[in-house]
C-alpha cells in the first residue's frame, strides 16, 4: 500500500502466542491496553484525534481471555469498542495507535480509524461499526473453515446492545443448525450507548437467549480474565470436536464513556465505582499474587510488567507521532482487488 | 431566533408535537439523552415517554413499527443515528411504506418521517460518512428532502411531518452545530418539492443539496468577478424542482452541480441527464457534475477533507469549463 | 379509485361479527377460505390466475379462529399466505378473488395481487410479500393504540419459517420491552417453502424462542378453532390489560403446496394424509355434531352452510369474473397520498 | 449447447465448482429443490451438502457469512431469490463487503457473488418485480453485472466468480426460461466492464440492460428502414463499458436508454449525463431515456405489460427523436 512499506510491524506473532504459556504475559497485556485506552482519551483531549473513538476500560479481561484461548488462525469479528481485541489478539499498539490517529502506521494505513482495525495474520477481520454486522461474518469464517476442512474457528465480539438486533438472531441461528464452528461472546457492560440494558431488553441474562437456538450458553464473570479463558476455551473445544456454536455472556462493565466525550452522567450514583472495585487488573494481579504454589509471581514482577507495559505503550506512542499520515493516492489504492478488467 | 441546525430540528419537533398529539418520535437514545447530535433535546421533558422512545438497537423493528403506526394513526418521526444504518432495515421504508398507500388502494397512508445524519467532515469513517441519496431513489411513493441550514432544517422537518406520505429528510451531521436565524412562524415552514435560490447571476447555474448547497454559494463567492452565478440550494431531491432549475438555466445556460458523493451513481446523474436533454441544443456549455471520487470515504482529516470537493475546487471547476466550453478532467485528476 | 367506484362491498362487517357469536358463522367461514382456495388453485390451473398465488387450506381455524377471538377494530398484519385471514377477518370473497385475478373489484383494485390484500375496514393491513416485514409492523399498530389510547391490539399473522428472520426477533423484543398489547400468531406448517422446519431451526416448539423477551407463549392447536379462539382471546386479554404481548404457535399443516404449482413432493409419505385426519373444518364439524348440549347443530345444518358458503363463493366467482380490470390511469391513482406540491 | 438461461447459470456454477472447491452456493432452497426458479438444479447431487446449502430464511444472516466466507477463503455464491429480499440485508452488501479490502489496506479480499432474479413481466406485484438497481450504485467496491441471455448469464458469473470484489449478478426473472446456444469453454467467459454490441447501424444506438437488452435489438428490428441502430447490451452496468458506448455515439451521434425501472433514479441517468457532457456539441440529438413510469410495479396482467416500454414503444419513441431532433414526451404521456 502506498506510504505503508516501511511502517512498523502491525502484529506481533510471538507476544499472542505467549498469552496461552505466560500469565504474566496475560497481565502486560490488559496493562497495555488499559494504557493505550486512557492514552488515547488524552489524545483525544488534546485534540489529536479525527472523529471519535470508542474505548473499553474495565473490560480488558474479556478481549484477553479470548485471545489466551484462541489460535492466531481463528477468525475475530469485533466491533468499533474493538481496540482491546486487536491488542490482545496481537495487534501492535503501533497499528492499533497509528489508526486511531489516521497515521500510515495503522492498521488500515489511517483510512480506516478508530473503529476500522483488520489484522489478518492474528485473526482479525475488520471490525464494524454497524451493530451486529460482524456476528454472521464471524459465521461465515466458521462455514468457511468446515468447507476448507480446517481446525479453525469463527468468534464474534459483540455488546449486550446488540443482542436486538436481527444479526444476531440470523447468525446464532445459521450457526446452530448447520453446527458451525463459532463461539459468540457478548460484553454485557450493561449498557448501549447511553441506554441502559433493561430499558431495551426484557431479559436479565442474555446467556439465556441461546435457548433460542437449543444451543448452550454461559455467564460469565468477565472481570476474570481466567474464567474468560476457560470458557472461552471450553466453547472453542465443543467447536472444534463438532459440538457446534455457544453463546457466552461476559458480565463486565465500560469504565469510561460510550465515546470520547461522553462523561457517562445516565449511570447511577456509585455504580462505576463499585465496578471499579473488580476493575480486571486488579482483579488478576491479586490473584497471581496470591498464587502461593507457583510462587514465582511477587508484587516487584508485577511493577516489572506494569513498566515494560508503559514503555511499551510510550514507545508506541512515539513511532506512531513520527509516523506520516497517508499521502493522498493511499485513497485510491484499495478499492477494488486484483487486476481484472473491472479494477484496471 | 437564532439557532443551531440541531437546535431548529428539535423545535420542529416540538413545534409539531405542539400542534398535533399524533406525532411522536422514536430513536436510539433520542429520549433521555435528547439524541447523539442532541437534535431531540428536551422532547422527553416536555413531551412525556410515550411520545417520545428510545429504542433498542433495532433498525428494523422500530422503523416498522413507524411504518404500522403510520398507518394507524400516529405521524412517526424516526431518527436513523447514521443513515448507513438503514442498510438493516431499508425493507420498511421502500418496499413497504412507500408502496402502502398504493397497495391498500389509496385507503392508508404512511405519514412517516424518517430523519438520518449524513456525511463526511467529521472522521468518522467509511461506515458512517455517506449521504446515500441513492437508496432512497427510483422508489415511486417516497419524498426525499435534504437540510443545509437551521432555517430550511426547520422548514423542511415540519412540511415532511405534516406530509401524508412517507418523507426522508437527510441531515448533513457537519452542520449540526451551524447557527443561523430560524423563523417559528408559519412562515418558517418550507414547503417539500421546491428549491432556493441563494444567490443571482448570469453565467452558470450552480446547484448544491444538503453540504455542498454552502460550497455551490461559497465558490460562486470566490469567482473574483471572472463570472457570476446563480446559486441553487434544491432541498428537495425527489420530487426535484423542476421550474426553478429550468427558468435559471434558461437564464445562465450553463449547469454546475455539486455532489458530496461518488461520481457513479451519485444524485446528480438524475438531474445533468434532464437538463441536458430538455435543454438540447440551447446551453453553452455541457452539465458539469463535481462529485467525490469513487472511493469509500477516507478517515485520515486531511484526506477526508481532499475527498469532498471544497469551494476551491468548485471554482477552479467553473473557471475551466467557462474557459474551454467543454467538460474539465474530474478534478482529482487534474 | 379510477374504474372502482361501482365495485361490489369489500367487506362484510356483520359477517365477520357474527363469528364470535355463531359457531355455524365459523364453520361457514372456514369453508368459504376452504372453498375459494380450492377454487384458486382451478382457475390457476384454467390459466386465469397472472403470476404466483399462495393457499392456505390446512389452516383455515387459525385464520377464523384468530378472526373470532379480535375486534374489527384490532389490527392484523399478514402475509403473501392471507387469503384465508382476510376472508376470515371479514373481506368480502369478491374482494379476494377480484384481486387475486387483478379486476377492479379487488382489494387493492387489482393492482396488488394474489399476495397483496387489504381490508384496513376490519382490520387487514396490507398483507406483505416480504418474510417478517408485518411484524414489526402489527408492533406499531399496537403502539399506535397506546399513544392514541384506544384499546386495539396489534397481530401479527406469519409462519414458522418467519421465526429465523432479523424483523421477528427485533419486533418481538420490542413489543416486550415496550409491553405493547401485540399478539404474535406463528403458524407453524412445518415448511418454509419446500424445507422442513428441521432443517432451517434448531428449536422444536417456536413458542419456546418467546423466552428470549420474557414473554409468555402457547403451542395450540391449530387444527382446533375453538382451541385457537381460545388462546388468542386469553393473549388479547393480557394485551388490553396492560400484560404485554404473547406468541402463540399454532400447530398446523398446508394441504396444498408452498405456492401454485407446488406438488410438495419434498413430504415425507403419509405427512399430508396424516395431517388430513386432522382437517380443521372435519374437526369442527365433529365437534359441533357432537356437542349434544346444544342440540341445535345436525348433519342436516351443517349441509346447510356448506351449501350456503358454496353458494358464496361461486356467486363471488361471478360477479368477479364479470368485473373489469382495472383501467390504465389507475396505475397512477395511488402513489402518493393528499394534494400537498409533492403529490399536486 | 443449447440452454434455458436457469440451466446456463446452474452450468456456470458447476464449472466453476468443479474448477475451484472454494466455491460455494447458498441460499434458501437451492440445494434440495435445486432453486425456486432452477437455477442451481443438480448442485447438490455433484457437489454435496457441504458445498450447497440451503439456508434458513435469513437474508442478513447467510449473506453475511458469505462476506465471512469470502474473506477466509471460500469463493460464496449467494442467491437472493427476489432482489427485494435484499432490502433486509443490504448492510452486508455494501457497507461490509465493499469496503472490506479498503478496510483491511489491501490485505483481505471478497470474492462473493450475490446472484438475484429481477424485473417484472410474471405477475409477481410490486414487491417482487423491481430491478433495483439503484441499490448497488454509489458503492465504490462493488461490480454489478445483469444477465440477458443464457450465454452471457453464464460468461458473467463465470467472470464472477473468478473476480477478487463483490459482484452482483441481477438475473431478469422473465427470462430464466428463454433458450440460447452456450459456449461451455473459456471461450464462453464474458468479462466483466465489457458491452456487447448486437447491431449494427447509423444513425442511432440504442442501449438496453437485462430484459430491455432484447427490447431494443426488437425495437431496432421494428424500425422498418426508416432508421438503422446500433443496439448494446450493456451487460456490466458498474464499471459501464465508456469505450463502446462512446465509440458507438461518435458514429451514430444519437443515443437512447431502454430501462426497466422509473425514469426518477433509473440506471440510465448515469450513462446520459456522462454521454451529453463528454460529447457536448456532437450529438445530432438530446440523450433519450426510455423508461417506466414512476409508479409502483402493478400486477394486473395488461397493466404490468404495459408498465414497461416494449419494443413498439420503443421504436415509436426513436421515430419522435429523429423526425424532431427534440425528446418527446415520456411514452406514457403520449
Ligand atoms: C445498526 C446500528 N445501529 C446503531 C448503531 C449506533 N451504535 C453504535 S454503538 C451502539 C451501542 C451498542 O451497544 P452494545 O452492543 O452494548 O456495545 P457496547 O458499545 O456497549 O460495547 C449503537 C447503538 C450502529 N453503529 N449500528
Ligand atoms: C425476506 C424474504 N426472504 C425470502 C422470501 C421468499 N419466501 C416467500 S414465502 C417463504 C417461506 C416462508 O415460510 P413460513 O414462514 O413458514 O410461511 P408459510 O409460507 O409456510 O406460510 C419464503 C422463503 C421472502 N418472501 N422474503
Ligand atoms: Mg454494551
Ligand atoms: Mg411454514
Chains 1, 3 share one sequence.
Not at chain 1, 167 to 174: P, Y
Not at chain 2, 111 to 116: C, D, E, K, S, Y
Not at chain 2, 162 to 184: F, H, K, S, T, W
Request: aromatic share 6%; glycine share 12%; net charge negative.
Amino acid at each position: 500500500m502506498t506510504g505503508t512499506r516501511n511502517r512498523p510491524d502491525t502484529v506481533d506473532l510471538a507476544g499472542r502466542q505467549a498469552l496461552a504459556a505466560d500469565p504474566l504475559a496475560r497481565l502486560g497485556r490488559m496493562l497495555e491496553i488499559r494504557m493505550l485506552e486512557d492514552r488515547i482519551l488524552e489524545l483525544f483531549a488534546e485534540g489529536l484525534v479525527h472523529g471519535s473513538t470508542h474505548t473499553c476500560q474495565g473490560q480488558e479481561a474479556v478481549a484477553v481471555g479470548i485471545a489466551t484461548a484462541a489460535r492466531p488462525t481463528d477468525w475475530v469479528s469485533c466491533t468499533y469498542r474493538g481496540h482491546g481485541v486487536a491488542l490482545a489478539l496481537g495487534a501492535t499498539p503501533e497499528a492499533v495507535l497509528g489508526e486511531v490517529l489516521g497515521r500510515s502506521c495503522g492498521s488500515a494505513g489511517g483510512l480506516g480509524g478508530s473503529m476500522h482495525l483488520c489484522e489478518p495474520e492474528v485473526g482479525l477481520l475488520p471490525t464494524s461499526a454497524i451493530v451486529g454486522a460482524g456476528i454472521p461474518i464471524a459465521v461465515g469464517a466458521a462455514l468457511s473453515a468446515v468447507v476448507r476442512g480446517t481446525e479453525q474457528a469463527g468468534i464474534a465480539v459483540f455488546g449486550d446492545g446488540t443482542t436486538n438486533i436481527g444479526a444476531f438472531h440470523e447468525a446464532l441461528n445459521l450457526a446452530a443448525v448447520w453446527r458451525l464452528p463459532a463461539v459468540f461472546v457478548c460484553e454485557n457492560n450493561l449498557y448501549g450507548e447511553y441506554s441502559r440494558i433493561e430499558t431495551t431488553t426484557p431479559v436479565q441474562d442474555l446467556a439465556d437467549r441461546a435457548a433460542a437456538y437449543a444451543m448452550p450458553s454461559e455467564v460469565v464473570d468477565g472481570q476474570d480474565v481466567t474464567a474468560v479463558t476457560g470458557a472461552v476455551a471450553r466453547a472453542l473445544e465443543r467447536a472444534r470436536s463438532g459440538g457446534g456454536p455457544t453463546l457466552l455472556e461476559m458480565k463486565t462493565y465500560r469504565f469510561a464513556g460510550h465515546s470520547r466525550g461522553d462523561a457517562g452522567r445516565y449511570r447511577p450514583a456509585g455504580e462505576l465505582q463499585a465496578w471499579q472495585q473488580r476493575d480486571p487488573i486488579e482483579v488478576y494481579r491479586t490473584a497471581l499474587l496470591s498464587e502461593t504454589a507457583s510462587g514465582a509471581v511477587d508484587a516487584e514482577t508485577v511493577d516489572r510488567v506494569r513498566a515494560a507495559a508503559a514503555d511499551r505503550i510510550a514507545a508506541a506512542e512515539r513511532t506512531v507521532l513520527a509516523s506520516p499520515a497517508p499521502d493522498r493516492p493511499a485513497m485510491w489504492s484499495h478499492v477494488t482487488a486484483g487486476s481484472d478488467p473491472v479494477t484496471g | 431566533m437564532k439557532l443551531r441546525m440541531r437546535q431548529a430540528i428539535a423545535a420542529a419537533l416540538a413545534d409539531e408535537m405542539r400542534a398535533d398529539d399524533t406525532v411522536i418520535v422514536l430513536g436510539e437514545d433520542v429520549a433521555a439523552a435528547g439524541g447523539v447530535f442532541k437534535a431531540t433535546e428536551g422532547l422527553l421533558e416536555e413531551f412525556g415517554p410515550v411520545r417520545v422512545r428510545d429504542t433498542p438497537i433495532s433498525e428494523m423493528g422500530f422503523l416498522g413499527a413507524a411504518v404500522g403506526a403510520a398507518a394507524t394513526g400516529l405521524r412517526p418521526v424516526v431518527e436513523i443515528m447514521f443513515m448507513e444504518f438503514l442498510g438493516v432495515a431499508l425493507d420498511q421504508l421502500v418496499t413497504q411504506a412507500a408502496k402502502y398507500h398504493y397497495l391498500s388502494a389509496g385507503r392508508l397512508s404512511v405519514p412517516l418521517v424518517l430523519r438520518g445524519s449524513v456525511g463526511a467532515g467529521l472522521g468518522f469513517g467509511a461506515q458512517h460518512s455517506q449521504t446515500l441519496e441513492h437508496w432512497f431513489s427510483a422508489t415511486p411513493g417516497l419524498t426525499v428532502a435534504v437540510a443545509s441550514t437551521p432555517a430550511n432544517a426547520y422548514g423542511l422537518l415540519r412540511s415532511a411531518i405534516r406530509d401524508d406520505n412517507p418523507v426522508v429528510l437527510l441531515e448533513p451531521r457537519a452542520c449540526y452545530g451551524d447557527r443561523g436565524e430560524v423563523d417559528r412562524s408559519e412562515a418558517g415552514v418550507v414547503p417539500l418539492g421546491v428549491a432556493n435560490r441563494t444567490a443571482d447571476g448570469e453565467d452558470v447555474t450552480i446547484i448544491g443539496l444538503g453540504r455542498t448547497a454552502a460550497v455551490a454559494q461559497q465558490a460562486a463567492e470566490q469567482a473574483g468577478g471572472r463570472w457570476t452565478a446563480e446559486v441553487i440550494d434544491l432541498q428537495t431531491l425527489v420530487p426535484w424542482d423542476r421550474r426553478t432549475v429550468l427558468e435559471s438555466i434558461g437564464r445562465t445556460r450553463r449547469l454546475v452541480i455539486v455532489e458530496e458523493n461518488p461520481y457513479g451513481g451519485g444524485w446528480g446523474a438524475d438531474l445533468a441527464a434532464e437538463v441536458s436533454g430538455r435543454l438540447f441544443g440551447e446551453l453553452a456549455a455541457p452539465v458539469l457534475r463535481v462529485t467525490c471520487p469513487d472511493v469509500p470515504v477516507p478517515f485520515q482529516r486531511d484526506l477526508e477533507r481532499a475527498w469532498s470537493p471544497g469551494p476551491d475546487v468548485v471554482r477552479d471547476q467553473v473557471d475551466a469549463l467557462l474557459a474551454t466550453g467543454r467538460l474539465p478532467q474530474p478534478w482529482w485528476a487534474a
